[in-house]
């Protein structure tokens, strides 16, 4: 049963159930602050064990879609969804119309996009019932698969992090270990190895971990081996919270750096932890936005040069954040919520102000 102080504490404008026995939709649309403009989130289809579940998966998502629109400078607020089901055995064109039918309901306060579990294909579904939505095909006007985008800017991020932390710019040599080979793993590997890095693959989908393995050349390191591993840099791409109270103590890694969502079980915690362990964490929302930004641009009109040079300033976004986590005795995620929280204090206090003249 879903606990709604779970909602309550987390200071979120508005969040939609969204439940159709015809189809067997159950979904959750949370937007978390419109103040700097409408919210923007991918929709996830996940196997959650319970609503709860998806729920407080939801309620964490769109908050880090605020906190990454924010420091990315865009135009946008935060939100997300999640639909309740297996992505491989669940899916029908009659439940992302349905789905499409409720994002329509929220009149543009929240637009959607693919996410884990969710296609091109899916969301040209939810189209139909919708104008409300990015990540369509380049065919329809649209930006296409964002995941290219995301894996670049994460390995901009990767670049940032090394560079900060031992002062070179190559990753030539560097051992790094990708966990999650999904669409945007495997790009992530793609960039890796060109810049000659020495990559390392987890991943549940076996027969997907062994195909980019050979693709790649790229080793496989075992589930149990992970955490504990000496690599310099250790990439989640996978599921969040894979940084917790059973990991933690296990780490190796100068580095952590990947393009999953909520890497830290706590953010507050177990950011402390990380740099009283003198281990760099690039936040996950401000590494992993190119995703945002590609489908964002995709709204004012698709500009695949605007996207490229955006991105790539995630390289100095983090470089600042590192130095304000430095400068004040901060963990960087901490640094981070207090830039992304400025921004969007500031724009309302302007909003304000502007309302009162």
Known sequence: MVQ???IETKNHK???????????????????????????????????????????????LSKGMTYKAAIAGLKLGGGKSVIIGSSK??????????????????SGEYITAEDV???EDDMEIVRTETKYVTGVSKENGGSGDPSPVTAYGTYIGIKASVKYKFNISSL?????????????????????CNDGADVYVNDIDIEKLNYVSRKYSVKIIKPENLYGFDADV????????????T???QLKCPIIAGAANNVLLDSKKHGNQLMKKNIL???????NAGGLINVANEIEGYNEDKVKNKTESIYDTLLNIYKISNDSGISTSEASSRLAEKIIAEKHENQLLEIEL
Not at 17 to 40: E, M, Q, R, W
Not at 93 to 106: C, I, P, R
Not at 281 to 287: G, Q, S
């Open 14 to 60: 508005k969040v939609v159930y969204c439940s159709d026995s015809d189809t067997g939709l159950k979904a959750f649309i949370a937007v978390h602050n419109t103040v700097l403009g409408p919210s923007l989130g991918g929709c996830r289809m996940w196997s959650y064990q319970s609503e709860e579940e998806a729920l407080v998966d939801v309620l964490r």
């Open 234 to 245: 250790y990439a989640p791409c996978a599921l969040g919270a894979t940084i917790n109270d």
């Open 172 to 192: 030539s040599g560097l051992k790094i270990m990708v966990q999650g080979i999904g669409s945007v793993g495997e790009h992530l590997v793609h960039h890796l």
């Open 4 to 6: 709604f102080k779970n």
């Open 89 to 106: 055995e669940d899916k029908s064109k009659a439940l992302f119309k349905s789905f499409g039918k409720f994002v329509d309901m929220l």
């Open 281 to 287: 964490f690039a936040p996950d929302y401000v590494i």
């Open 117 to 119: 579990g969710t296609t």
């Open 247 to 249: 990991t933690i103590d």
